[in-house]
């Protein structure tokens, strides 16, 4: 079955640092999505990304990357220059062999202040 | 941009009561989702459902637990007979193709008490 271990519950860091999220997961699939969601204190769950298993190039959007290592299963999730407005908590997911859920970690809280 | 909506944003409910939960996926989605987060934990796959049927559902989504796409725009989540442990978030989801190869988009959540 599939799982995604996010190991740090918590991050706090002033504004302008660079903070790093983990994401590791386990799959027997050979060919599967990691996906990257952030849930601001308003609530909503925020689309981020969706990275394929056959593609290893990370990405980089604006002051977010990712870094995806399928040797390591991992897929990290960097914020440069972090800002207040970072402040949420940010869920890795997989989804299920069959494709038919998302199988979430259990988040990382990001505290940013000022 | 397209979302998913779900109302109400909050529903407060005395144990024992039913509960109906709404939502209008993005209107040219073909797959839908119901979660749930309970307070400050992970959130959790409750069920799917194409075609006008559940296609997966998990081991939480018990007999007190029911979906239905009632016209072509609403999604509903019921809740036969609510417990204090059904207090959580509950959050729809849809997709436009291939399941968990499409992104799921979530709505804002409708967050249910149960008193």
Known sequence: ???????????????????TLDCVYETRDTTYYLFWYKQPPSGELVFLIRRNSFDEQNEISGRY???????TSSFNFTITASQVVDSAVYFCALPNTGFQKLVFGTGTRLLVSP | ??????????????????VILRCVPISNHLYFYWYRQILGQKV???VSFYNNEISEKSEIFD???????PDGSNFTLKIRSTKLEDSAMYFCASSGSD???DIQYFGAGTRLSVL
């Open chain 1, 1 to 19: 079955a599939q799982k995604v271990t996010q190991a740090q519950t918590e991050i706090s860091v002033v504004e302008k640092e660079d903070v």
């Open chain 1, 65 to 71: 990357s990712w870094n995806f290592q399928k040797s």
């Open chain 2, 1 to 18: 941009e397209p979302e998913v909506t779900q109302t109400p944003s909050h529903q407060v409910t005395q144990m024992g009561q039913e």
């Open chain 2, 44 to 46: 959790e796959f409750l």
């Open chain 2, 63 to 69: 007999d007190q637990f029911s979906v239905e796409r």
């Open chain 2, 99 to 101: 399941r968990g190869l």
